[in-house]
């Protein structure tokens, strides 16, 4: 795990690096800059209102009494894009709006469902609910 986490993080950041330096010579370095700071923006309208929305169905199903199990996985999936879509380069900026739009982030929360199904069966996480 640590080993693709450390090939990660040596690897993307020098995509981004790259296709930025790319991009740059095709459109030029004011565009370039322009297009970052228009996707942060755009990112951080789309987590505050995707965001707000996951809230308000938390808030509706446990006042129905139910427990908002996969209202919570919409909101880590909605923080984690808004956490890609601010950080600047485009492969990021790509992984945080696929997160952000709801039929794309249906997959991304099959996979974290699955995850932490996982985890649990197998006793690597526990979880302890007090009344």
């Not at 004011?30 to 970052?36: D, N, S």
């Not at 956490?83 to 997959?107: C, E, K, M, N």
């Amino acid at each position: 795990m640590f080993r693709i986490l450390f090939v990660l993080l040596l690897i993307i950041p020098a995509a981004e690096i790259g296709i930025l330096v790319w991009v740059g010579n095709l459109i030029g370095p004011i565009p370039t800059v322009a297009l970052i700071i228009f996707t942060g923006l755009l990112g951080a309208w789309l987590a505050k209102r995707e965001g707000l929305n996951a809230l308000r169905n938390a808030q509706s199903q446990l006042q129905n009494g139910q427990v908002p199990g996969t209202v919570l996985i919409d909101g880590i999936c909605i923080l984690a894009g808004g956490v890609f879509l601010f950080t600047p380069g485009f492969i990021s900026d790509i992984f945080g709006f696929l997160l952000l739009f709801p039929p794309t982030r249906s997959i991304a929360k099959v996979q974290l469902l699955r995850y932490f199904q996982r985890k649990i069966k197998s006793g690597q996480y526990n979880f302890y609910w007090k009344r």
